[in-house]
């Protein structure tokens, strides 16, 4: 049987040229062992056949396997059965080699490629058998691990941004629509107000004409009854004489009294005209508010804070500098008492209203030209005040123990009262309630705008009094949660609690000593007045961290309350000394560097 070109039969055990030959040399009949092999043309080469290969044009290109790489023998079929992935640039041709230099598969014709020329080139056959193991595809296998647990951490993350955002919306509307209640009710009030207005004056022209009228109609009368008689009386001289002697007279009365109606037949007419900057609100294209983005991509969603409002238009003060403004004189004209202010909170239109103890009052000031525009007695001694929808604010009268609510449009004006039952102090505002702190004993109640109490807090986990002097509080919202604060005079600490009324977490450090009023400035971010260690203190409610901003370098003596505009970047500081004028009846202003 003859033998197929380019391999012997067996004969027995050896070395690889044992088993091939050149096949060229094997085409003039001549068995010569072969010395390498031809992966591009599947040939097996004597060392001259090898020599010529090298050097032919179309051919010496071609990687030539030594003895020590070269297959044993040729086996095309069987070799075939184990590669099935066939080049993507060669469709015809099975991938069987692998470029280290390029990290390439690559097939016999890609071999042929002046690419790979200079490469040493590795059949997949032999580099496949230490792949398993190897430290390539271990860290294949580790990193399509990873891309799993990234995609399920990722698919977590739109799961979640999903529910954020129904449940944003579902904020955000309700906000929407709470504002456009209030707007709602605050121009059905100033409808009322105008109609009413308009009546009345309606009413006054009305009774005003009325009155005229009547008059006209009782001179007609007596005109008529007059030249009735003077005729009766023509058939004799002597009669018509007397009497038209003494009408003369009374005609003299009848044109003084239409004279005096035509005087007074002056009617007011009215006009509504519409307000201007109402008008503006209805032209503008932001009218109620807007919808800001707060996150640029799914990854700020995730990984950052989110920025209120209020952060945006409100810096961090710890580190800032601060320069002294002339100080807003509080005290009347015609005052003989000196001034204790004891709250301070910032109108629109650079406007400051005050709480005034021993003068039992409510001041509005003008901080454009210094000035107190205008005072309203109180029916008590107030404490704290917070700001209302709808130009209101609620006063807060402990020893009467009373809410004072008000007007501050224009003027301060009273409205209603609400009776509580107890010494009230701090209060403030939010979501429809009132959030106020009590003394003797001391807690803070979350109650309805008439005074029911809803929820109040007294006692820590443990059982023990919370408070013992909670003057003062405020209200503030953390990353869209509000959450309130109430300074503790007595044990100087600042609580902070949720709408709910439970504990989160209490401040407390040396350099703050009887805490009374405080501000928020920012989302984590609090003034705080130090009255008997004077100073006007910054919180940082993430970290704890509490920086002195001003002290009595900068002339603060027993502060009690604090107010802060975010956009002129100024600080409003009321003192009670109860000793040095000076001190008592102004606000302090300091302009943030």
């Known amino acids: 049987m003859d033998a197929v070109s380019g391999k012997m039969a067996p004969m027995g055990t050896g070395s690889v040229s044992d088993h091939t030959f050149c096949q060229p040399c094997a085409n003039d009949d001549k068995t010569i062992p072969s010395d390498v092999f031809c992966t591009v043309c599947k040939e097996f080469l004597c060392s001259n056949c090898a020599r010529v290969h090298r050097n032919m044009k179309f051919t010496k290109s071609h990687p030539l396997q030594d003895k020590s790489t070269m297959p044993s023998s040729l086996q095309p079929e069987s070799e075939n059965k184990h590669f099935t992935e066939t080049c993507q640039r060669h469709a015809e041709e099975f991938i069987k080699y692998f470029c280290p230099n390029h990290e390439t598969l690559l097939c016999g014709d890609c071999l042929a490629e002046k690419e790979h020329s200079s490469c040493t080139i590795e059949r997949i056959s032999q580099v496949a058998k230490r792949y398993k193991e190897g430290p390539k595809y271990n860290g294949l296998k580790a990193g399509l691990v990873q891309v799993v647990n990234d995609i399920g951490n990722l698919s977590d993350n739109i799961q979640a941004s999903m529910k954020y955002i129904d449940e944003e919306s579902f904020t955000n509307i309700n906000a929407l629509r709470k504002f456009r209640n209030d707007i709602n009710q605050y121009l059905d009030k100033r409808e009322q107000e105008l109609l009413e207005e308009i009546e009345q004056k309606k009413q006054k022209s009305q009774s005003l004409l009325s009155e005229l009228k009547s008059n006209c109609q009782d001179i007609q009368a007596a005109t008529e009854k007059l030249k009735a008689e003077l005729q009766a009386k023509e058939v004799n001289s002597n009669q018509l004489f007397i009497s038209g002697t003494r009408a003369i007279k009374e005609?003299?009365?009848?044109?003084?009294?239409?004279?005096?109606?035509?005087?007074?037949?002056?009617?007011?007419?009215?006009?509504?005209?519409?307000?201007?900057?109402?008008?503006?609100?209805?032209?503008?294209?932001t009218a109620i508010g807007r919808v800001d983005q707060v996150a640029s991509d799914l990854a700020d969603q995730q990984t950052k804070p989110q920025v209120s409002a209020l952060n945006q238009s409100r810096s961090d003060l710890s580190q800032s500098q601060f320069s002294k403004l002339p100080d807003v004189p509080l005290k009347a004209s015609n005052g003989t008492r000196d001034c204790y202010l004891f709250s301070v909170a910032l109108l629109p239109g650079d406007r400051l209203l005050l709480s005034d103890y021993y003068n039992r009052s409510l001041k509005l000031v003008d901080t454009k030209n210094n000035k107190l525009v205008s005072e309203v007695e109180l029916p008590g001694m107030p404490w704290d005040l917070c700001l209302l929808p709808g130009d209101r604010a609620a006063v807060t009268l402990p020893w009467e123990k009373k809410i004072q609510f008000v007007s501050t449009q224009k003027n301060v004006t009273l409205q209603e009262v609400v009776k509580v039952d107890g010494q009230c102090f701090g209060i403030d505002f939010c979501d429809d309630n009132l959030i106020v702190s009590f003394g003797h004993p001391g807690k803070v109640v979350l109650m309805d705008m008439k005074g029911k109490v809803k929820k109040s807090v007294d006692k820590d986990s443990s059982g023990k009094p919370l408070f013992q002097d909670p003057r003062y509080l405020t209200v503030t919202r953390e990353s869209r949660t509000p959450v309130i604060y109430v300074s503790d005079m007595d044990i100087n600490t600042i609580t902070k609690l949720s709408m709910s009324l439970e504990v989160l977490q209490s401040y407390q450090d040396p350099i703050l000593r009887s805490p009374h009023g405080l501000t928020a400035v920012a989302d984590n971010q609090l003034l705080?007045?130090?009255?008997?260690?004077?100073?006007?203190?910054?919180?940082?409610?993430?970290?704890?961290?509490?920086?002195?901003?001003?002290?009595?370098?900068?002339?603060?003596?027993?502060?009690?309350?604090?107010a802060y505009c975010p956009q002129k970047k100024m600080v409003f500081v009321t003192c009670c000394n109860g000793r040095i004028p000076k001190l008592d009846n102004f606000v302090k202003v300091f302009k943030v560097v």
Do not use: M, W
Not at 272 to 285: G, I, K
Not at 546 to 561: H, M, N, R, V
């Open 528 to 562: 705080v007045c130090g009255e008997a260690s004077h100073n006007i203190l910054f919180l940082d409610t993430h970290t704890g961290r509490i920086t002195q901003l001003l002290g009595k370098d900068e002339g603060i003596e027993s502060p009690y309350s604090v």
């Open 251 to 285: 005609l003299v009365g009848f044109q003084s009294a239409l004279k005096d109606i035509r005087g007074k037949n002056s009617v007011s007419y009215f006009k509504f005209t519409r307000d201007p900057t109402t008008e503006q609100l209805l032209a503008s294209c």
